[in-house]
């Protein structure tokens, strides 16, 4: 009589195969890491992360999630946790889904002592949400301080979507942000 | 240029090696300088600054761990400009650190407690809000408490350089830095529960010695941990009489600074509450307690009454190889004192053909530090990471070294460093996997009848060959024999093929042996060839497996647990349960002991022993009981002192175990050196319609203790997920991935779920051996059926 051997439940996280990494990136996003990882030496795929981020991002329509921040492991074969550490400290990653355009108000020197602090409190009002949160209907996100954009002689300024926007005052913030589609 | 620089420290001249750190320096002369983040096994990160020190001429303190010497350097580490910069270094790393020191772990072992009262301000000028960090779940082993975590990285570095398995990691940035797995999961290394002594804080601490004992109510004892052949040096914390942890005790020569998980946190199965607390004898069915005296006196009369009935083929002794020297010593004196002849510590072997040409004792053919010397490393069976982990950390370092390590497997394991060579293929199919290597070979071997015919029968394959050369191309060449040549129905022959190997590309000859002490029981004659220091005997009994297939009237068991510690657990079953007496030498009763034995006998395993292990590399370590053993267990060794007079045996007054371990180093020194014409084995034919089983024995199922140790049954290395093999083998079987299956040795059936593992190679199902689920089957390695449940 066969009986039956008891058996340890299993909940055990297991890397992802290269070729489900190959699946859930496009031929492009591939292409573009492909690109940048020829750039290095075969044993310096880490310095490759930063752009297989970037292209990762763009193909996920702004922002990255765990499984492709494994799926950019997988691919370029290192241990996750080196993206995640990428992913997670540069400011140009997302990682949940945020509004279409990007804003951030600059606050650091310069920009607060020309009232950067009273601009974000006026944007913060106007679309009725906090830094780090986007609008419901997905249109502006209101990115965490940025620190100095190098445009102290314009101060208070903002940038939205890499264009810079500088001498801030509550109808010029009406103008740029009504702008936006 | 010379190759030291002449610097001064605190106003002494010191000689230092150039290109020397100034803390390497200052440390090895016991000048003092605080730091957190440096720690000599690691990479330098000088991210802590803790150990800003002044240097002449420079406008700014420097890191002493970062800052190489120089010809005339002179450093000042208690001036007022580097006393300075250390107390506002200390003030910022004290800003976010909870002062939760009184329900903290690492409360009396901190070293940035220690630090803090040496260079810390009184009273905190920060009146903000401290930053509050999430706990990870790390796994069973690893307690967290981020807060205090002061980003020291060492645990990083640690996973990185010295685990190989980069998890932890460093997210966010600023102020909102984490250190972490980020994607929640256990740390998984079998080395991990080193970044809990690397952790300078409480932020990573021992999980199962959470809020157990304050680190000064604790004594400390040093022993040798017992569950592989590299005998990691350790301190034994003891309070109240037990064991509350184990941590490494430093030994360059043998662990470095590290233990492995299963050293660290083994000891909580000595608390199972299986532990056998008084002698026990069954009398007409009924167990009952009852004192030593009566035990040994009904012990000795049941073996007695064996031998006065069967003579020299009374019983069967089998023994650990965990047991001490003396231990396994003083065994052999008493069962060959007796007139009996079969004894034997190789449990898990399956060809004993050859061992008249074995060496006196199994060994690794080198040190364990030269290990990192070696430029070419061909494993044989062997997957050191999940079976020596400390082993495996000297090969890898010889492998970002350089060194080309290769593998013969019967499995694609994983290993945490390079591999320069790779041949896997089925158990049955090793022998011929071997001879291509050998045939490979560009320089003649001598080679002995039996080997000849293989090798010429040998497939040529360029793997191989590159295996061949890249070995005999080596200056210093290892070949290492796994575990799973030794249990390999066709061991001998698979040694034979390695003997000629290694003798045609130079290489060394080494064999990484299971248990603690398997050279030292080699040593003290618990072999049924061969007494103590390899002395011939006018009459050899029956090997492990022969006294088990020929089953005998009567057992001796020393340590072990047969049904789980034996290569084929369904013979050693029906031998056990088929036998008129069987008297066991045991620190914990199981149930299916309780069946078979007549008597059990109360021994102390490891911390609460005295007695000496034989290492890998042939080096003694004595060692000294850590803890009283609870209720009435006793020392091995004093028990087998005692019954040897009990049986009126002659020498059997010793006084000391130091006084066995003598009788037993003379006896070695006086050994002969072995001579026996070389032989080689026989080929087993392997059943065509059958799966060949790959029974390895997992990292946390090695010997008793480990079994019964609860935390590091939670981790991954210990989980049982049922039978394994590849697609194309489950496909050809009508098995899916998840389903259940029969699985069928000889007589014996189970049914497991299946699950798919392409790093098993077609015509080979894995099983995992030493695991309560396959307790009832057949051979770690033999023909086995897996069909469709």
Known sequence: MPYDAPIASLDIRMPMSRVEAEGLLTPHTREEIDHWAAKYPAARRRSAVVAALRAAQHQNGGHLNEALMDAVAAYLNLPPIYVYEAASFYSMFELRPVGRHSVSVCTNISCMLCGAESIVEYIEKKLGIVTGESTADGRIYLKQEEECLAACCGAPMMMVDHVYHEHLTPERVDEILDALE | ?789
Not at chain 2, 161 to 172: K, Q, R, S, V, Y
Not at chain 2, 749 to 764: A, E, T
């Open chain 2, 1 to 789: 240029m010379s190759d030291t620089a002449s610097i001064e420290i605190d106003g002494r001249t010191l000689e230092a090696p150039r290109g020397a750190m100034i803390i390497e320096v200052a440390d090895r002369h016991g000048i003092h300088i605080p730091r957190f983040c440096y720690h000599r096994k690691l990479s330098i990160a000088a991210n802590c600054r803790m150990c800003l020190v002044e240097v002449e001429k420079a406008p700014k303190p420097l890191p002493a761990c970062a800052t190489p010497v120089m010809d005339g350097m002179k450093v000042r580490t208690a001036s007022a400009l580097a006393a300075g910069a250390q107390k506002a270094v200390m003030e910022f790393l004290l800003i976010n650190h909870p002062l939760d020191c009184p329900i903290c772990d690492q409360g009396g072992e901190c070293e940035l407690q220690d630090v803090a009262m040496g260079y810390g301000r009184g009273v905190s000028r920060f009146s903000e809000r401290k930053r509050v960090v999430a706990d990870k779940n790390l796994g069973p082993l690893i307690a967290t408490d981020m807060t205090r975590c002061i980003h020291c990285t060492r645990c990083v570095r640690f996973g990185e350089e010295i685990a190989g398995m980069p998890e932890l990691g460093a997210t966010g940035r600023g102020e909102h830095m984490e250190i972490g797995t980020f994607v929640e999961q256990a740390v998984d290394s079998e080395m991990s529960g080193n970044v809990i002594d690397v952790c300078p804080v409480g932020a990573l601490t021992s999980k199962p010695f959470r809020f157990q004992a304050r680190a000064w109510e604790m004594g400390s004892r040093d022993t040798v941990a017992p569950h592989d052949a590299v005998g990691s040096n350790v301190h034994v914390h003891v309070m109240g009489g037990r064991v509350k942890r184990v941590v490494p005790r430093e030994n360059e020569a043998v662990n470095e600074v590290w233990i492995s998980d299963r050293d660290r946190f083994s000891y909580e199965g000595l608390y199972d509450e299986e532990r056998l607390l008084e002698p026990m004898i069954r009398r007409n069915g009924e167990w009952s307690a009852c004192g030593w005296e009566e035990a040994l006196a009904f012990a000795s009369r049941g073996l007695r009454s064996l031998v006065s009935r069967h003579g020299a083929d009374a019983f069967g002794t089998l023994v650990s190889p965990n047991a001490s020297v003396e231990e396994a010593y003083l065994l052999q004196k008493m069962v060959r004192g007796l007139g009996v002849s079969d004894i034997d510590h190789r449990l898990r072997d399956a060809d004993f053909s050859d061992q008249e040409q074995a060496p006196l004792c199994p060994s690794l053919g080198c040190s364990l530090a030269e290990v990192e010397t070696r430029d070419a490393v061909l494993l044989v069976g062997a997957w050191p990471r999940k079976e020596v982990p400390i082993l495996n950390h000297r090969l890898r370092k010889a492998s970002l070294a350089g060194a080309r390590v290769m593998v013969l497997n019967p499995a694609d394991y994983e290993f945490n460093f390079r591999v320069d060579g790779r041949i896997v293929v089925s158990p049955d199919a090793m022998v011929d996997a071997l001879a291509s290597v050998l045939s490979g070979s560009a320089a003649p071997a001598e080679l002995c009848p039996g080997v000849r015919e293989v090798v010429d029968g040998a497939s040529h394959s360029e793997d191989a060959a590159a295996i061949a050369s890249t070995l005999a191309d080596a200056d210093h060449a290892s070949l290492l024999l796994g575990p799973m040549v030794a249990r390999h129905p066709e061991g001998a022959l698979l040694r034979a093929l390695a003997r000629a190997l290694a003798s045609a590309t130079g290489a060394s000859l080494g064999q990484l042996t299971e248990g603690a002490n398997a050279a030292g029981a080699w040593l003290a004659g618990a072999l049924p060839h061969r007494g103590p220091g390899g002395r011939s005997l006018e009459r050899p009994g029956r090997d492990a497996r022969s006294m088990l297939r020929d089953a005998r009237p009567g057992y001796l068991l020393f340590g072990i647990e047969p049904e789980l510690d034996c290569g084929d657990p369904a013979l050693a079953l029906s031998a056990m349960r088929g036998a008129d007496f069987v008297a066991v030498f045991t620190a914990y009763r199981s149930e299916a002991m309780s069946r078979y034995a007549d008597v059990m006998l109360p021994i102390a395993p490891y911390a609460e022993n005295s007695g000496t292990f034989v290492n890998l590399e042939g080096r003694w370590q004595s060692f000294e009981a850590a803890v009283r053993p609870p209720g009435e267990a006793r020392p091995g060794w004093k028990v087998l002192r005692v019954m040897g007079n009990v049986l009126d045996l002659e020498g059997f007054d010793y006084l000391s175990a130091e006084e066995v371990r003598g009788e037993v180093e003379s006896l070695v020194e006086q050994a002969a050196p072995i001579r026996a014409a070389w032989r080689s084995g026989e080929r087993t034919p392997w059943p065509r319609e059958a799966l060949c089983r790959l029974g390895s024995v997992p990292l946390y199922a090695a010997d008793a203790i480990v079994r019964r140790a609860p935390a590091l049954q939670q981790t991954r290395d210990a989980a049982f997920a049922g039978v394994s093999l590849n697609s194309a083998a489950a496909a050809r079987l009508g098995l899916e991935d998840g389903a259940r299956a029969t699985v069928r040795q000889g007589d014996a059936c189970i049914r497991l779920p299946v699950f798919i593992d392409d790093r098993l190679p077609d015509g080979c199902a894995c099983l995992p051996a030493g695991v309560p689920q396959a307790a009832a089957l057949g051979p770690d390695i033999g023909p086995m059926h897996v069909t469709p449940a």
